[in-house]
């Protein structure tokens, strides 16, 4: 079975400009969550997605948001890009109705705003 | 908000030796704790799960410690090999929420 993948793997933006990420869940995952990876603040939540609807939302401005489609994959939109957004995005999928006890993560995609 | 983890401490182990990495979790209601490795350029990994109402739980070659009194988790891992080295984070759950991650420890095995 394949795992997580996310696309694209590195991406390098400008200061204002948005940005999309995408990511592919296992088959028959139903849910997704995002997380951003920084050196100084280490796995934080972003939002979780179960069925097209958002679940949970973690503490990040509205600059980010996402959304999942019927087959279950998901993307993320990061808006008016800013120096700190600089990260690694890390999505994880899961099954079930216990979505947070058993994820499994993508190799991320590396985002660098300059 | 709630914390796991401190700052990312490092740790260097002989290959073949034990090794033990330590966790701090503030969210004493938290019911479910999950050790994740993350490799160079790869997503975290699952090693181990435990929930609140264990103190301990063994995998192959690790082990979670789970000591409430003090809100701290534990990771040991035996006969550590080079393929060991990488992040560790610990991750608490708390009800049906988001996982809440520390920062990591990196373990470094010396050959």
């Known amino acids: 079975k394949a795992g997580v993948t996310q696309t694209p793997r590195y991406l390098i933006k400008t200061r204002g400009q948005q940005v999309t990420l995408s990511c592919s869940p296992i088959?028959?995952?139903?849910?997704v969550s995002w997380y951003q990876q920084t050196p100084g603040q280490g796995l934080q939540f972003l939002f979780e997605?179960?069925?097209?609807?958002?679940?949970n939302k973690g503490n990040f401005p509205g600059r980010f948001s996402g959304r999942q489609f019927s087959n279950s994959r998901s993307e993320m939109n990061v808006s008016t890009l800013e120096l700190g957004d600089s990260a690694l995005y890390l999505c994880a999928s899961s099954g079930g109705s216990s979505s947070v006890y058993e994820q499994y993560f993508g190799p991320g995609t590396r985002l660098t705003v300059t | 908000g709630e914390s796991v983890g401190l700052h990312l401490p490092t740790l260097s182990v002989q290959e073949g030796d034990n090794s033990i990495i330590n966790c701090a979790y503030s969210n004493s209601a938290s019911d479910y704790f999950i050790w994740y490795k993350q490799e160079s350029g790869k997503g975290p990994q699952f090693i181990i799960d435990?929930?609140?109402?264990?103190d301990k739980r063994q995998g192959q070659r690790v082990t979670v410690l789970l000591n409430k009194t003090v809100k701290h988790l534990s990771l040991q891992i035996a006969a550590t090999q080079p393929g060991d080295s990488a992040v560790y984070f610990c991750?608490?759950?708390?009800?049906?929420?988001?996982?809440?991650f520390g920062t990591g420890t990196r373990l470094t095995i010396i050959p």
């Open positions: 991750a608490e759950i708390f009800g049906n929420e988001k996982l809440t």
């Open positions: 435990i929930r609140s109402n264990m």
């Open positions: 088959s028959g995952h139903r849910s």
């Open positions: 997605y179960f069925s097209e609807t958002q679940r």
